[in-house]
């Protein structure tokens, strides 16, 4: 019993150095398409006005980005004010963009086309969100350059806690 122990101590020990340290990453920069990178809210708690923020990120293989459409959920009210959206990119740099929102779209042009390699940061601030319920999830599309389609980019999904 004890050297059936013993044995297996050592070969679980052994076996961890055989396990590699390197982590798979589902969203590598080689994609072809732009997508959702990522979402948060501030405060992270059950507060009535809160700020959505959620990333954009365009891989080293994709086409520059125009516009960007966000449907706003039909469970949430904001401010329906362009001022308060603020788009900057990896560097907390704010981007030159045009917004126009129309009921619950909101509708980001961009000056330029942004270029491929790129993380864009999407802040909505003076979100009044419900206290019960499903989180909101808002549905996100971009247009390339040079194409009049949208495409849908990905889902931003927030909870309510």
Known sequence: MKKSLIYTAIGAITATFFIP??????????????????????????????????????????????????????????????????VTNENGKKVNVSISTTGKSILIAFAEPVASDTKLEIDIKNVKQPFRGNGPIYNIKAKLAGSSTEMFIGTARFRIN
Request: net charge positive.
């Open 21 to 86: 340290i390197s982590y798979a990453s589902a969203k590598n920069n080689n994609g072809t398409f732009p997508h959702i990178d990522g979402n948060s809210q501030f405060p992270p708690t059950r507060f009535s006005t809160v700020r959505h923020t959620f990333r954009v990120h365009i891989p080293k293989n994709s086409s520059s980005v125009s516009q960007l459409d966000i449907e706003v959920p039909n469970t949430l009210t904001w401010s329906n004010n362009a001022n308060d959206i603020v």
